[in-house]
Every structure is written in C-alpha cells, then in structure tokens.
C-alpha cells in the first residue's frame, strides 16, 4: 500500500452523537489514489453515502486542515455529493511531489469555522478602579496599572462556538447569542480545546488540581482583569466614558433597562476599540482571584476562594455595566456568566 493510504486510515475520522472518534476507513469513503494532472495535484477518493458529506484536506505534515479558502478545487468543503469519482484539485503551491501529503477527511462544520476575530489592544499605563463616581464600590480605589500589548475578542463566545467544544451546551436556539451557565473551569477548558483545534500551544495546564498559566504559550486564554478594564475603558484610545464606548448605555448594552434575555452579539454600538458587548449581554469570566484590594499589578492575586467576573449582563443594572465594576463568584458556579477569549501578543508563532 502506498502511504497515503495507510495514513488515511489512521487518520480519517467522523462525526458522531457525542462528538468526534477516530476509526479505520468507513465503507461509504474510502481515498483511491494521486495523481497530477496540468501540474497540479489531484486527490480521488469515492464517496457513497446516501446524503451529502463534508470534506476537508489534511496535511499531514503539520496537521493543517485546507479547503476552498486555501485555493483548492473541486469536491470538497461543505455538503459534498456522493459519488464514486470524487476529485480534489489542489495549487501548485502545495507541491506536487509530495503526493503522500496530502489526505480527504470527513469532518463537520466545527472544523470550518475560522479562527475567533480579535482584536489588537496595544499596551499601556491607566487608572484602574473608579474615581468621582457615586456607583464605585470600596473595591475599586482607583490606582495606576500597566498591561503589555494583546489581543481580544471582538464579541463574546457564542453558543455555536461553544458547542463546537462541547456539543452536549444546551443551547437556546440562538447560535449567534453568547454562550452562558458555564462554570470557570469550563471557560479554561474551552480556551484550551480551541487551542488544540487551531494548532495553538494550550495556555493552561492542570498542577495538583489547580489550573496553571503558562505565560510562554500562544494558545486562547481568558483576559487578566486588567487586560479587561483596560480594553473595556478604551485601552490607548480612551475617551474617559462611563461606560464601555459611550456614556449612554441603551445605545451600547444589552441589559436590565432593555431586555429580559441574552441577544445575539455585536447588535449594539461597539467601544473605542472596535469590541463589541463588553458593558452588557453576559458578564465575562476573568483568570484572575478575586481580591477586595484590588493588586496595583497586571496579573492579580495568586490565590483566592473566589474568581472576578466583569461587565455587564442582560439582567445587570447601570451600576453592574461599568468598566470598573467588580464582581467575584465561586470557580463551579453556574451563572449568567460567559467569556471572552484573549491571547498574549508576545506570545511566538503570531
């Protein structure tokens, strides 16, 4: 056998009830052969399901998935037809002779999905905290903080996102709504399943049933709470509002004042930076332990009973919407609690 088969069958995989398993070649797919034609490369396999399938390409070199967007030709993406000639005709660019490197897979629309949009937060000294406002708590005496460049998400994880991970989320028939009743732990869980489907080093590692932050890695990760207040006031574009991108909350919130219910992400005006939803919709776990003296340093407390939650929710009032608004709820809570993904800009292989 040629090693291009012998890979497919190691590595072809389908879609299952409860999520994705690893099987020898099933009987209606199954990769016939390679062969170039016009100097390009030409992948043939026969598909004989009875409805359409979907299809991508891996390299196995780097275990990369490639697909129309990649510049590739013929039967493969979403919905392909069955049929016993399938072709998949890639560029040039790929290299030709290399025809064991290339392999068609089954997949879902999970593997589809393009990497979380996010958004660059360039570094820089602010005042954390709140000053002069009668909403401000005890927990939130203004001091100064600095926070190096990095990146975040332009909206909230979403409920299809989410059950990309987890395909058991009960979601509410709003793919598009941001994903919610999740614990911390399972946030830092999803950071590091996106990591791995996107070819990323996961940011966190289980030491002594405790979640560790490896600071080296280029995975997803949940923002620091400074990282929070810090993009959620504007970062480098600030313009003192009160809250996130302007000082008149129904143009900008999803929250108590408006609505009964969670709504699909970036429907309201977005802050200074271009990101969506971060005074309202659902409040947003933190990495960092809740401490009532709030640390003058970027990373926070290194231990706690309890983990900070920011901004607002759908069932938030006004004083709950503001940038500097503190909250802090058990690691296993359910609650209306989502997230929003963050990445270090240090981090290699950008």
């Excluded at 999905?113 to 996010?118: C, F, L, R, V, W």
């Excluded at 058991?168 to 028939?173: L, R, S, T």
């Excluded at 080093?201 to 560790?212: A, N």
Aim: with cysteine; glycine share 10%.
């Amino acid at each position: 056998m040629s090693r291009a088969l012998i890979t497919f069958g190691l590595l072809v995989y389908f879609s299952t009830l409860s999520g994705k398993a690893f099987a020898q070649s099933e009987p209606f797919f199954d990769f016939k052969s390679t062969l170039v034609e016009s100097g390009r490369l030409v992948l043939v396999y026969e598909l004989r399901a009875e409805s359409p399938q979907n299809v991508l390409v891996m390299d196995i070199n780097t275990g990369e998935f490639l697909s129309h967007e990649q510049g590739l030709e013929g039967d493969v993406g979403l919905g392909v037809e069955p049929s016993l000639r399938c072709r998949i005709v890639m560029p040039e660019r790929y290299g030709i002779t290399e025809t064991g490197r290339f392999i068609p897979l089954l997949a879902d629309e999970c593997d589809f999905a393009p990497a979380p949009k996010m958004e660059l937060v360039q570094g820089g000294s602010f005042l954390r905290g709140s000053q002069d406002d009668p909403w401000a708590d005890e927990d939130e005496q203004p001091h100064r903080v600095a926070v190096a460049d990095f990146y975040l998400g332009t909206t909230e994880v979403t409920q299809q996102e989410w059950a990309c991970q987890f395909p058991n989320y009960p979601k509410d028939g709003c793919d598009n709504c941001p994903a919610y009743r999740i614990t911390w732990h399972q946030a830092v869980e999803f950071c590091n399943r996106l990591s791995f489907r996107h070819h990323l080093e996961p940011c966190y590692v289980l030491s002594g049933g405790q979640w560790v932050w490896n600071r080296a890695a280029n995975g997803y990760r949940l923002p620091t709470e400074a990282e929070w207040e810090y993009a959620a006031k504007g970062g480098n574009r600030a313009k003192g509002n009160y809250f996130p991108g302007g000082d008149h909350l129904d143009s900008l919130a999803w929250f108590r004042g408006n609505t009964d219910q969670n709504r699909p992400v970036a429907t309201k005006a977005p802050n200074e930076l271009g990101i969506y939803d971060m005074a309202g919709n659902v409040s947003e776990w933190c990495w960092d332990w809740y401490d009532e003296k709030q640390s003058s340093y970027a990373e926070g407390p290194t231990q706690g009973n309890t983990k900070v939650v920011k901004g607002g929710g759908w069932n938030s009032d006004d004083s709950e919407c503001r940038p500097a608004d503190r909250r802090n709820f058990p690691i296993d809570q359910f609650s209306e609690i989502g997230l929003r993904l963050a990445r270090s800009a240090s981090a290699p292989n950008e």
